[in-house]
């Protein structure tokens, strides 16, 4: 069975940072893209970052280029989102999933919340 | 980036009766390959979003088939043809044709 676990969201304050992990299991991690995706309580989906399988090939929305960093680490079946300098508006809940061009399976998401 | 424009922004259906949700992008999906990469999702109440339809007009494992995608270019549509109440909750179309990927801002569809 898939299996996507974050963790490390929290209260972070403006100018702060913040490491996001998702631990995979139940599937062959390395041979995978994975993306982040976030949503605003009550709001839409937005999303993030992805990574191709061995984590040379990067992209960003635009609005957290210069600020967040994708990494992964395939040993460990392991997916980070480092997010540094955050703002307001990035609160949100955090998913991993699986997937580049379709996202099949999801984690529950783990609550960032940036304020002072 | 590309838009994606979900109508209507909400729906209520009857048991029984079919349902359709339209999803308009501001540029074409057609990717250079041939696929168009437009999926849907749908999040019901209190539930991570869940997958339903990929690369079109594909099933993910396990949707009931009275689910359908369909469309091309930038017109796009996602069909249920007879609506259980299960099937309530916020549709949302996405593209991943071009970076960055794109969601539409939800449907939300509830029952009669």
């Known amino acids: 069975e898939v299996q996507l676990v974050e963790s490390g969201g929290g209260l972070v304050q403006p100018g702060g940072s913040l490491s996001l992990s998702c631990a995979a299991s139940?599937?062959?991690?390395?041979?995978?893209?994975m993306t982040w995706l976030r949503q605003v309580p009550g709001k839409g989906l937005e999303w993030v970052a992805n990574i191709n399988a061995d984590g040379g090939e990067k992209n960003y929305v635009d609005s957290v280029k210069g600020r967040f960093s994708i990494s992964r680490d395939n040993a460990k079946n392991s997916m980070f989102l480092q997010m540094n300098s955050p703002r307001p508006e990035d609160t949100a809940v955090y998913y991993c999933?699986?997937?580049?061009?379709?996202?099949?399976?999801w984690g529950k998401g783990t609550t960032v919340t940036v304020s002072s | 980036d590309i838009v994606m424009t979900q109508t209507p922004l909400s729906l209520s259906v009857t048991p029984g009766q079919p349902a359709s949700i339209s999803c308009k992008s501001s540029q074409s999906l057609l990717h250079s390959g041939g696929t168009t990469f437009l999926s849907w999702y749908l999040q019901r109440p209190g539930q991570t979003p869940q997958l339903l339809i990929f690369e079109l007009s594909k099933r993910s494992s396990g949707v009931p088939d009275r689910f359908s995608g369909s469309g091309s270019g930038t017109d796009f549509t996602l069909k249920i043809s007879r609506v259980e109440a299960e099937d309530v909750g916020v549709y949302y179309c996405?593209?991943?044709?071009?970076?960055?990927?794109?969601f539409g801002q939800g449907t939300k569809v509830e029952i009669k």
């Open positions: 996405m593209q991943t044709t071009q970076v960055p990927p794109t």
């Open positions: 139940g599937f062959t991690f390395g041979d995978h893209w």
């Open positions: 999933v699986t997937g580049r061009f379709s996202h099949g399976y």
